[in-house]
């Protein structure tokens, strides 16, 4: 009788395990990203949320990050920031034209730089921000719930359909893309439309891009938990990091 509770338990742990590595978010490089780029890494993390307007400690940590940022940073050396350059250096090998499309992370410091701000849409999405010009690390956000089917990494095509938050059509020729069964959704440029976290959301994925070989954002990935945790309310985290 030992014997068979012993082997009921680790059957039970075994099915577990089954159903949440199921729940857990995977994505697959296309050859095509890989045979531009020698290693890179995507770093996810999910969690349920509470979705909400900013406020109070959040707006203020804003404002300091944003003061921090200023003093951290001016137009000649953000470059220097590893994780924006090995970004801006990925964009290059895939084909991008910098002068174009900037990274996420580059475009927040500079705007931040040229005394524009931060702008806030929602706690979440502000803490994604707050951790990539904390990181440097482009970050894309999604509503888990929005996202149909496998996600494949790849490269952007000619004429490829793509509404960016706020941005409206965006081509993505040549730039880092996500794809679901639908089409293109992400980019460390600008997330779309149809995937975008709204105060309805309950379930976020955050996919962070990782293109310095050096280096590893399993630390910006704790923070961001961290983060999350507090502004948030965040619970039931799942992180993975992902080498290519």
Known sequence: MMIFNIRLMINQFMEGDKVFKKNMIYITAEKTVQNCLDSFKLGIIQANIVCKDSAGELMEFMNESVSRVKEMYDLENIKLNTNIAATREAYRKIGNDLNRYRPAADSLIRRI???LGLYSVNNTVDVLNLVSIHSGYSISGFDTSKIQGEIYFGIGKQGEPYRG?????LNIHNLPVLRDRIGAFGTPTSDSERTMITPETREIVFVF?????HNSCETALDYCENQLIIFCAASDFKKRMLNY
Do not use: V
């Open 113 to 115: 730089i040229k005394g």
């Open 165 to 169: 938050i706020g941005r409206g059509e």
């Open 209 to 213: 891009y990782d293109f310095d070989q």
